[in-house]
């Protein structure tokens, strides 16, 4: 055999849609430009670039002298630029039509700015569906790529992992294998002790290794991504000594290696063996928190954030194809859709992912613009649906009017979603690990809770040490549905056994116009007097925290006074008539008011977020939890009502 390694050098970056120009920046400064500029001086080392469309459509704006290099290292052949989905989606889970108008819209784009068609491309996470053999092959991707381990899942041995073909309809695809042995060697060694060990390996006839003949011609190949190489630099060398280092360890094994892509080795391909791989197990790439991950599609159960950005991005998917005769907008509703498609939206990722409040939002205020568009132009006639949004076999209870959203589950008849159109919002997109929080999400607590017991962590989340009856949690019924007024009702059934599980509750909602009206009825079913504090919680997410972003404006008696937003633990406001929230960054505001003077707990909402491998506690959202406190006796009932008014 021929020892000489066939080495596909591989490099893939990616930026979330949502993300700051300035950590653009950084990516560029501290990897993209010292990596292409040292291998632009290495002219006999050959490498397979995969940038995303988010991350090629800033270089181009931003450094399009970037631009003019990589167009150099693609006339001299010295680069392959490796197609895809423009903005990285996860590609088992986005519908049929929109795989293809990604990968067709970074083809488009590569081969308008470089004038060349990829011919293969790389799979987001490289995960994996059977299904995705049919979009790769209709956009002429000739080739893609999966982990080694992805073939051992497939039944092949370690010892024989090659390129292969795989199947699904009728349709073929060639698939490499990236090595993971190498991939984790070059993380923890330099480039020139990892081919040392090779090559001791080729010489001594160790047919264990995992490296193993191309079929027809007889030479090792490996095809390695080595990421460790992009990894930001935790001492103080520079990235173009970090970089020149591993291009001039690999220069001084060019005996024995042959720098090649993959564009080239498909030519000479015949005799593959065909395999059919099962779904992705391995998720590592998706999340810093798992070693390993079932199914991609797990992380719509582990993140209900995650699903429902799902949901909404399903549901605008069906919108957009209702569209008739106006193919320009259809055109460009679908490219606001797409932007909310990556991975980052489904995952934690090394930006933070869905965990992050920026990168959520990006995505939320793509799938508005979107919907905006669908609507037909000139008016909208208000409607509610019950359909079953969020695709867990239950129908949720849809209003949409000209300006809002607002859409209700059964569990706890709380709102899930609150959408102000003309700032493309969602008010209720927020993150908690374990807890997915929702608006006029209910509480019976002891009356000697305290502003100070919801500091320590007792509320929002489930309470302890205390009697409590977390409604939000319940399953409402309904009772009536009345989509010529805009009204839909709920009751939530005595449950004895429960603290205040004689309480029923009743709860209705309307919406006119910019205001949502929410109205209770507390009534005592037991034998015994109930006495406690009804909080009915509602978590509103802002730009970001601070008084730059949101003012609180409290009204009492006439007066509006100026309140902090909150303080790091949180306020308390007494005695208010109403309260308003002044949205700066959106230029909109939120007040919410109600038919008695009550008291309020304001609390920030932060979580623990990794981002580049350091952990930050970022702002997700504000939990507002106003105060009612009761006293029935039995066969009393309390009515409450509250309004929100978004303007």
């Known amino acids: ?17 949502g993300v700051g120009d300035d950590e653009f920046e950084a990516a560029y400064n501290r990897n ?29 704006k931003a450094h399009p002298e970037f631009f003019m290099l990589l167009e ?86 370690s010892a024989l992992i090659e390129p292969c073909i795989t199947e699904d309809q009728g349709k073929l695809i060639t698939i490499f294998p990236v090595s993971n042995r190498f991939k984790e060697a070059f993380a923890h060694k330099r480039a020139s002790f990892v081919l040392e060990d090779w090559v001791a390996e080729q010489d001594r006839g160790d047919t264990g290794s995992r490296e193993n003949a191309l079929s027809g011609n007889g030479k090792p190949l490996i095809c390695v ?26 220069s001084a094994f060019e005996s024995r290696i042959e720098f090649t892509s993959p564009g080239k080795l498909f030519k000479g391909l015949q005799g593959l063996k065909k395999i059919y791989f099962p779904l992705s197990q391995e998720a590592g790439a998706l999340s810093e928190e798992r070693a390993s991950n079932p199914a991609v599609r797990q992380l719509l159960i582990d993140y209900p954030e995650a699903n429902h950005i799902y949901a909404k991005m399903m549901f605008t998917h069906v919108l957009i194809n209702q569209l008739r005769g106006d193919k320009s907008r259809k055109r460009i509703a679908r490219e606001k859709l797409w932007k909310a498609q990556g991975l980052d939206a489904f995952c934690p990722g090394i930006y933070g992912g869905v965990c992050r409040h920026s990168i959520r939002k990006a995505a939320y205020k793509a799938l508005l613009e979107a919907e905006k568009i669908s609507r037909e132009q000139g008016s909208f006639t208000p409607l509610v649906l019950h359909f079953d949004f969020d695709l867990d076999g239950e129908g949720e209870y849809l209003f949409r009017n000209g300006d809002i959203n607002c859409y209700i589950q059964l569990e706890g008849a709380a709102v899930f979603e609150l959408d102000y159109l003309p700032k493309v919002w969602n008010y209720l997109d927020t993150f908690a690990p374990g807890f997915r929080r929702t608006g006029f999400a209910d509480y019976l607590v002891s009356p000697d809770l305290t502003f100070e017991d919801t500091q320590e962590g007792v509320l929002p989340g489930i309470p302890s040490g205390f009697a409590h009856r977390y409604c939000g949690g319940e399953p409402f019924e309904l009772v009536n549905l009345d989509k010529e007024h805009e009204q839909v009702h709920f009751r939530l059934p005595v449950h004895p056994g429960l603290p205040y599980g004689n309480i029923e509750l009743e709860k209705r909602y309307q919406i006119r116009k910019d205001t949502l009206k929410v109205t209770y009825v507390l009534i005592n079913r037991g034998t015994s007097t109930e006495t406690g504090t009804f909080i009915p919680s509602l978590d509103l997410s802002f730009p970001g925290e601070g008084e730059s972003f949101v003012r609180l404006v409290q009204h009492q008696a006439a007066q509006r006074t100026l309140s902090p937003t909150h303080e790091t633990e949180g306020t308390c406001i007494t005695d208010t008539d109403g309260i ?29 977020c990794r981002i580049k491998g350091e952990l930050h506690r970022l702002y997700q959202s504000t939990c507002i939890m106003p105060l009612r406190p009761f006293l029935l006796e039995p066969g009393d009932c309390l009515a409450v009502e509250f309004s929100l008014r978004i303007y």
């Open 580 to 608: 308003t929230f002044e949205d700066l960054r959106n230029e909109a505001c939120i007040t919410l008011k109600s038919d008695f003077a009550f008291d309020a707990w304001i609390l920030p909402i932060r979580t623990p």
């Open 72 to 157: 150099d290292l693609v006339s001299r052949k010295q680069i392959e630029l490796l197609g895809g989905g423009f903005y990285e989606p996860l590609m088992p889970l986005i519908p049929l039509s929109d795989k293809i108008g990604q990968i067709e819209m970074l083809t488009t784009y590569l081969r308008k700015h470089f004038g060349k068609r990829p011919q293969g491309c790389r799979l987001p996470a490289l995960a994996w569906e059977p299904h995705i053999v049919g979009p790769l092959s209709t956009c002429g991707m000739s080739y893609t790529f999966l982990e080694e381990r992805q073939f051992i899942l497939a039944g092949v041995s």
């Open 32 to 60: 993209l430009k010292p990596f292409v500029s040292t291998l632009y001086k290495y002219p006999k080392i050959q490498a397979t670039l995969h940038y995303s469309g988010v991350l090629l459509y800033w270089l181009e």
């Open 225 to 250: 991504f080595p990421e460790q190489i992009f990894a930001e630099n935790r001492t103080s060398e520079a990235a173009e000594l970090r970089f020149h280092r591993f291009f001039e360890d690999l």
């Open 1 to 17: 055999m021929d020892h000489t390694l066939r080495f596909i050098l591989g490099s893939h970056y990616h930026i979330p849609y």
